[in-house]
Structures are given as structure tokens and as C-alpha cells.
């Protein structure tokens, strides 16, 4: 089956690390990839997409490559803010009506 | 344009009741989706609907059922509910429902059972 497995959190930063979180996924064809944000009491956000490989994501400094030889699609961010702490969730959709498929998502706590 | 709207934002439930969720999506939007957030699961998807009619299903009881109007303004219902339903129900709504196409969330229901 399609499954998307995440890093375990949580993920403790001091502010302006580097961020990773990596993501791989299993699918049955050839996916898009996005990358999601929740932050407390919130619903999810878009932060970024790829729809083929070796596509580049990005968005509000954090990046992401669609990766089909390693099927990856690791998140990345070069300085972290304290307002990144949130939890981040890969997810893929396959082409059809098909329904996202998320990762157990990554909590993300960033300290000044 | 207005976003994703779920109502109510929370609720609280004793066993064995039914509750009904809403959820209003983005003006143009067909497709409306449904997904169950735990702690423990993750997000699940329930179900989705595109132009009033299910199109998929996820792994859930028959306790949980939805329908979508004309107007895409969807609603989710779970009937004899138990403690274990205790979640933040979250709604997506996207043009359709085409791999690849952005999904647009509410800030979601979260419904506790007592």
C-alpha cells in the first residue's frame, strides 16, 4: 500500500540551526509530495509541493527535493525561527481520486 | 476568500449520542474531505465527496457517515458515539480531486466524548 513514514519527534532547535526532517514514502506509482504545517490550535497548512522528481519545494525559507531514486522528500531549513515551532507532516497524493497520505507528522520546538 | 470553515470549533458529548459536523469550503471548491486526528493514529482519513457523492472511504464504522450539498457545504455525522471518537476532525477542501492538486484545511472540530 501507499504509506508516507516520518522522522519521530520531538525535535528540540536552538534558534538559527539547521533544520531536517526526513521523509520517505512507499507508492504504488508515481506520487506528488507535499510537506504540511500545523501550528497549536490550528488547522493544516500548505508549506510546500512537488509533483514529479526531482522537483524542488520551497517556501518561507524551508525546501524540499523530490527524491525518486531514495524515495525521499526531506524537509530542510538553513536558520530556524522560534515562530517554526509547529509540527510538520509529509504527505502524498497519487494521481485519481485518491486521498492524501500522511505521515505521522514531526513535532518541531524551537528555543531563543 | 474566506477559508475552510468548520463549525462548531469545539464540543463536548456523552456516550451514546450523535453529533453532526460542518463544514463550509472555499468558494469553487468540489471536492470536501474528512480526516480524524489522534494522538495516537495520526491523521485518518474518513471520507471524501466530490460534486454530492462519496468517492472515497476510509477504514471506519458505520457509525461515521457524510453527505455534501449542492452547494459543497459538507457535514460528517457519528452516531452512538464512544470515548475513543474523542478527536480533532479536520476538513479539506480542493478544486477536485486530482493527485496533486492543493488541499485547503479548516482550523477543524475538536470533539471530546465523555
Known amino acids: 500500500g501507499n504509506s508516507v513514514t516520518q522522522m519521530e519527534g520531538p525535535v528540540t532547535l536552538s534558534e538559527e540551526a539547521f533544520l531536517t526532517i526526513n521523509c520517505t514514502y512507499t507508492?504504488?506509482?508515481?506520487?506528488?509530495l507535499f510537506w504540511y504545517v500545523q501550528y497549536p490550535g490550528e488547522g493544516l497548512q500548505l508549506l510546500l509541493k512537488?509533483?514529479?522528481?526531482?522537483d524542488k519545494g520551497s517556501n518561507k525559507g524551508f525546501e524540499a527535493t523530490y527524491r525518486k531514486e531514495t524515495t525521499s522528500f526531506h524537509l530542510e531549513k538553513g536558520s530556524v525561527q522560534v515562530s517554526d515551532s509547529a509540527v510538520y507532516f509529509c504527505a502524498l497524493s497519487l494521481s485519481g481520486n485518491t486521498p492524501l497520505v500522511f505521515g505521522k507528522g514531526t513535532r518541531l520546538s524551537v528555543i531563543a | 476568500k474566506a477559508g475552510v470553515t468548520q463549525t462548531p470549533r469545539y464540543l463536548i458529548k456523552t456516550r451514546g449520542q450523535q453529533v453532526t459536523l460542518s463544514c463550509s469550503p472555499i468558494?469553487?471548491?468540489?471536492?470536501v474531505s474528512w480526516y480524524q486526528q489522534t494522538p495516537g493514529q495520526g491523521l485518518q482519513f474518513l471520507f471524501e465527496?466530490?460534486?454530492?457523492?462519496?468517492?472515497n472511504k476510509g477504514n471506519f464504522p458505520g457509525r461515521f457517515s457524510g453527505r455534501q450539498f449542492s452547494n459543497s457545504r459538507s457535514e460528517m455525522n457519528v452516531s452512538t458515539l464512544e470515548l475513543g471518537d474523542s478527536a480533532l476532525y479536520l476538513c479539506?477542501?480542493?478544486?477536485?480531486?486530482?493527485?496533486?492538486?492543493?488541499?485547503?484545511f479548516g482550523q477543524g472540530t475538536r470533539l471530546t466524548v465523555v
Open positions: 512537488a509533483t514529479k522528481a526531482d
Open positions: 465527496y466530490f460534486s454530492e457523492t462519496q468517492r
Open positions: 507508492a504504488t506509482g508515481y506520487p506528488s
Open positions: 468558494s469553487g471548491h468540489r471536492s
Open positions: 479539506a477542501s480542493s478544486l477536485n480531486s486530482q493527485g496533486g492538486t492543493e488541499a485547503f
